[in-house]
């Protein structure tokens, strides 16, 4: 600590002395720099975590009014809420910089982690998927296939024995989007959920929209891929319905921030949306047909829809890797910007469906019910389980 002391100013040594000591101390921004700096110069690794650090507190902020930054702001949605299927902590997104090209996927502005060792080799556009899921037929950032320049954005991230690969497809100009899909994919089960995000009004009390041809022609393409699922033939791949793909109506309010967790809105299957659009409870005035708050009564949430994916009982069943790479390349030349999760172990063995099951449920929405349930008891006896969702 002595060579660090006297790397710093006289008139801030004293001070750090007596915090030290244990006393506590305020540093001025004058002081606070010169201390950073000099914790900079002790070690490499250091200074890089410093600045990664420096960049994390301050994000640059999506501002709604420019087209690029609500695309960053849907695709954003999307990838942190793959990360939260995949119990990668958000954290993992929060040092983030707009690019200086607005086609750019959102993660071509994240900022690596200075101590992931998978981020310090930044090998991002070529990591191994198992079968090449990125780096064949044109995916690597700045090559075309089939008629599509794509734009592909990989980033890696491993925590707790979870191997979580991510990346950003755009094969379209900002302008020409249609909004931002999530394709969710566990290769140990062979089974993704498919989630387009739809964007509603900020203000309260509009968060609609208006059903119209676009949104339709949408359905239908979403039903091409649910197609790809075929009938469970074994206990494990039996799910709650034949349901994969999911509209999810977000809203971004204006003047509140939205973190850690995915914007908030609803989740509603594709089949759901249909009978939806032929009962009157969608219709508005004028003869419009409306969805959105207001219109629909039942949906998931956030929590709902993560758990369901999580656990693998939603999704398809018996999708190869080739199917994904397919998919996602449809889905960017029809105009979507595609966040593809892939989840698999961080080592071999590949996790099975009962680990699956086991390390969700050890460290997940169960075991923090239970902690919650605990916690009212031990203050209320007398209450029961009703108090978990109580005032």
Known sequence: MRPFLNEVPLRVRHVLVRALSGEVTVLGDEDSEDVLEALARQHELLRRTLDFLGEAAEPDPFDPRRVEDRSWQEQYDMTRLGLAIGNIPPSRLAAWRRPSDPDAPYLAGLIPEPFEQGLIENDTRHIDFGADVFTEAGWP??????????????????????????????????????????????????????????????????????????????????????????????????????????????????????????????????PYVRLLLEDDVTQGPNEGTRLGYGYVDRYLGNTQFTELVKNGLVGTVGTALDDLRTLGMQRAEEGMSVAIVVDRAAAPPRETVKERHRRNHARGYDKTLATRMRQRQSRDPGTGQQSLFGP
């Open 141 to 270: 950032s700045g090559s075309r296939a089939t008629g599509a320049s794509f734009r592909c954005d990989i980033q890696v991230f491993e925590h707790l024995g979870s191997r979580i690969e991510v990346a950003n497809v755009n094969a379209t100009p900002v302008e020409a989007r249609l909004g931002a899909d999530l394709i969710y994919y566990h290769e140990a089960t062979q089974s993704f959920a498919l989630v387009q995000a739809k964007r509603l009004p900020p203000v309260a009390g509009t968060r609609w929209i208006y059903v119209d041809k676009q949104l339709l022609g949408q359905l239908d393409r979403l039903d091409q891929v649910a197609a790809l699922s075929r009938p469970p033939g074994a206990p494990h791949e039996w799910r709650l319905g034949s349901d994969p793909c999911f509209v999810k109506l977000a809203y971004w309010p204006l003047e509140e921030t939205i973190d850690p967790g995915p914007a908030p809105g609803m989740y509603l299957p594709v």
